[in-house]
């Protein structure tokens, strides 16, 4: 994870909503993806410590925005 100084210096963040997927989601999708990886095809994954699911994208928000994002969220 980044410093929230990092953050704070930007002037826009890329938001989304997402949820987070249950371990027995996240394991069959490593093996999948172990499965696809061999197949050769170019395509660069994400960790599955990282795996989600975006149920909405906002696009760029003001930093100084996201605490009202957060908060209609919830």
């Known amino acids: ?4 100084a990092h953050f704070l ?5 890329r938001i989304f909503l997402a949820i987070d997927l249950a371990s027995g989601v ?3 999708a490593s093996d999948l993806i172990d499965r696809w990886s061999e ?3 170019a395509v660069r994954w994400e960790p ?3 795996m ?3 149920l909405n994208f906002l696009g760029e928000v003001a930093v ?4 009202v994002v957060c908060r209609v969220a919830k």
């Open 1 to 4: 994870r980044l410093p929230l």
């Open 9 to 13: 210096s930007m002037q826009n963040l």
């Open 26 to 28: 996240k394991s069959r």
């Open 39 to 41: 197949s050769g095809a």
């Open 48 to 50: 599955v410590e990282r």
């Open 52 to 54: 989600h699911l975006t």
């Open 64 to 67: 100084d925005q996201t605490p």
